[in-house]
């Protein structure tokens, strides 16, 4: 400066990116954030190259701070960075306020692309925030985002996802009705996402739309018909869907036997359970920790706990470590059945083996020693529950 030679865009570039590479995330912005007050005229040149490298290192706070102080003095961003640090603040800034920036920039003409949409619409469905996620819905659509069949797919999942397949119906017929063909991805889509809210009926239209598109069913489709049918307590019929994949020549995976599993397990009806367990080691296909976890707390919920042990040894044979589902399975069944050292022992060996009890799993260890008056040892697991 003091040669009257002043910084360009790419002199700027190259000391944030230098600075975010030689300190922590956290003090590269304090120390830019301090040189940019004292030389204004580069905040314009730095803007961009800072909004990236925060949303790069996950900074929402930072980013958001950043972008109102921009927003004070009137600049904005481009288009692919104001898209960039949008999907960092929906990942990780308050919700709320994420919109407010997002609006602001919005009348000031900025135009977020399609994945900020429907990002910040899953975001917002998934607390339940159903009429601002709409209104984003409707902003995408006016903008002409929703115009190809994979855009379409995307938006669908989400509404499934969301499990407001009523919208995923009606974004469906408006795509059909502008002549965008749907692909087996749509149909799948919205198979499943009926399917995984018990509303087999509708999921059977849209089994029938896809066969009558030319469509051969696969396995994403079986499978999920399968789980709609076990949800509603169809299980012969989740059985005759598990045959008729064999005649479109589509082979079940360790999914489509672990629905079955599991739902024969729920019902009690544990020896066919076990012989389909049977039947999938014979397909080449190894049960795994799921289909052992419902087999285990069938047997423990009979109070068939020695059965039970022996389905975990051969998991461990196997080579399956027991997971928070399977320990907390076995010490609910040694508390149930006053068996407290086994249930300290299981205890125990979950903390060893690196998986550590969830509260209620605590609590029931607790709340059972303190009944058998075994107060020395419920101390000890609250000193060691502390300690984490």
């Known amino acids: 400066k003091k040669r009257n030679v002043f910084p360009n865009e790419a002199t700027v570039r190259s000391l944030i990116h230098g600075v975010f590479r030689c300190v922590a995330p956290r003090k590269a912005f304090e120390l830019l954030i301090m040189f940019l007050e004292k030389e204004p005229m580069m905040q314009?040149?730095?803007?961009?190259?800072?909004?990236?490298?925060?949303?790069?290192?996950?900074?929402?706070?930072?980013?958001?701070?950043?972008?109102?102080?921009?927003?004070?003095?009137?600049?904005?961003?481009?288009?692919?960075?104001?898209?960039?640090?949008?999907?960092?603040?929906?990942?990780?800034?308050?919700?709320?306020?994420?919109?407010?920036?997002?609006?602001?920039?919005?009348?000031?003409?900025?135009?977020?692309?399609?994945?900020?949409?429907?990002?910040?619409?899953?975001?917002?469905?998934?607390?339940?925030?159903?009429?601002?996620?709409?209104?984003?819905?409707?902003?995408?659509?006016?903008?002409?985002?929703?115009?190809?069949?994979?855009s379409y797919n995307m938006v669908i999942d989400c509404f499934c996802k969301a499990s407001m397949t009523g919208k995923a119906r009606e974004t469906f017929n408006e795509m059909c009705f502008r002549g965008i063909a749907p692909t087996l991805v749509t149909f799948n889509t919205l198979i499943g996402g009926h399917c995984k809210i018990g509303q087999v009926h509708d999921a059977r239209k849209f089994l029938v739309?896809?066969?009558?598109?030319?469509?051969?069913?696969?396995?994403?489709?079986?499978?999920?018909?399968?789980?709609?049918?076990?949800?509603?307590?169809?299980?012969?019929?989740?059985?005759?869907?598990?045959?008729?994949?064999?005649?479109?020549?589509?082979?079940?995976?360790?999914?489509?036997?672990?629905?079955?599993?599991?739902?024969?397990?729920?019902?009690?009806?544990?020896?066919r359970a076990m012989k389909l367990v049977r039947k999938m080691q014979a397909a080449g296909i190894s049960a795994d920790v799921f289909s052992f976890n419902a087999l285990i707390q069938s047997f423990c919920r009979m109070k068939k706990i020695e059965k039970a042990k022996k389905l975990l040894v051969t998991m461990l044979t196997l080579g399956l470590d027991p997971d928070k589902y399977t320990y907390g399975t076995f010490i609910k069944a040694f508390c149930e059945s006053e068996r407290f050292d086994e249930a300290i022992g299981m205890f125990h060996l979950m903390e060893a083996k690196g998986c550590f009890p969830n509260p209620y799993t605590c609590n029931l260890v607790l709340e059972s020693l303190v009944w058998k008056g075994r107060l020395e040892d419920a101390r000890n697991i609250v000193k060691r529950c502390n300690q984490r």
């Open 44 to 150: 314009r040149l730095a803007c961009d190259t800072l909004l990236f490298c925060l949303s790069n290192h996950d900074m929402a706070t930072e980013a958001a701070l950043f972008m109102n102080k921009l927003l004070g003095r009137g600049y904005m961003p481009d288009n692919s960075t104001f898209n960039l640090t949008m999907t960092c603040l929906i990942k990780g800034f308050n919700l709320d306020e994420t919109c407010q920036i997002l609006d602001s920039y919005i009348e000031r003409g900025l135009k977020p692309g399609f994945n900020t949409y429907l990002a910040l619409m899953q975001a917002l469905y998934s607390v339940g925030k159903c009429a601002e996620g709409d209104r984003y819905f409707d902003q995408m659509t006016k903008g002409g985002l929703l115009s190809t069949v994979i």
């Open 209 to 271: 739309l896809l066969l009558e598109s030319g469509f051969d069913p696969d396995i994403f489709t079986f499978s999920s018909l399968i789980d709609g049918l076990c949800r509603a307590h169809m299980i012969d019929d989740a059985f005759d869907c598990f045959t008729e994949m064999y005649r479109w020549n589509v082979t079940p995976n360790d999914v489509t036997y672990n629905i079955l599993i599991h739902s024969l397990c729920v019902v009690g009806d544990i020896a």
